[in-house]
């Protein structure tokens, strides 16, 4: 298994500005995701955060809007820019350990006024 | 593409009525299906991983079963301590490891 924590569990912004969220592993993973969870709705997947290289965004999210940095194999973060309510969500971090299961970090809340 | 679709939406229990959540896939070949549980407003905490048909995993009063087309988790006497999302992902052979996620099912165990 893996323990991941996330930081801030939770924020409040205004529109227009930028929230970076950091994401550590207590140990070397090869796969990071970032997902969004929108209120009532299931997991969607932003990107792969790449060790070493740029991030693998899904279809509808851009590098601009949410840029990812992977410095290294426990650590990882995830900037939400220019924000808008409509990036009110919950934030997850999410490992493969083993090439199999995926765990998740305990989220960040986002509230953006 | 695959696909995931678990029923019902929600579900509301009396506490110590038995009941199965479902989750139906499609996907081109199975490599694991995974059932997690998420309480509001924190992230998805890994139950179980499946890997075949016919194969069972039992935790406390959830167990998980899987048949080719389905996956059913079983929740045995519950108590409002299970009411939770439960989410059911799939994950494809070869290629993406990537799991693809179910909606989930809302369930509320009542005392």
């Known amino acids: 298994s893996a323990v991941i924590s996330q930081k801030p569990s939770r924020d409040i912004c205004q529109r227009g500005t930028s929230l970076t969220i950091q994401c550590q592993v207590d140990?070397?993973?090869?796969?990071m995701f970032w997902y969004r969870q929108q209120p009532g709705q299931s997991l969607t997947l932003i990107a792969t955060a790449n060790q070493g290289s740029e991030a693998t965004y899904e279809s509808g999210f851009v590098i601009d809007k949410f840029p990812i940095s992977r410095p290294n194999l426990t650590f990882s973060t995830l900037t939400v820019s220019n924000m808008s309510p409509e990036d009110s969500s919950i934030y997850l971090c999410?490992?493969?350990?083993?090439?199999?299961?995926?765990?998740f970090g305990p989220g960040t809340r986002l509230l953006v006024l | 593409e695959d696909q995931v679709t678990q029923s019902p939406e929600a579900l509301r229990l009396q506490e110590g009525e038995s009941s199965s959540l479902n989750c139906s896939y499609t996907v081109s070949g199975l490599r694991g299906l995974f059932w997690y549980r998420q309480d509001p407003g924190k992230g998805p905490e890994f139950l179980f991983t499946?890997?075949?048909a016919g194969e069972e995993k039992e935790k406390e009063r959830l167990k998980a079963t899987l048949t080719k087309k389905e996956s059913f988790l079983h929740i045995t006497a519950p108590k409002p301590e299970d009411s939770a999302t439960y989410l059911c992902?799939?994950?494809?052979?070869?290629?993406?490891?990537?799991?693809?996620f179910g909606r989930g099912t809302s369930l509320i165990v009542h005392p």
């Open positions: 140990s070397q993973v090869t796969m």
């Open positions: 992902a799939v994950q494809a052979d070869g290629g993406s490891y990537i799991p693809t």
């Open positions: 999410s490992v493969l350990t083993g090439g199999e299961t995926q765990y």
């Open positions: 499946l890997y075949s």
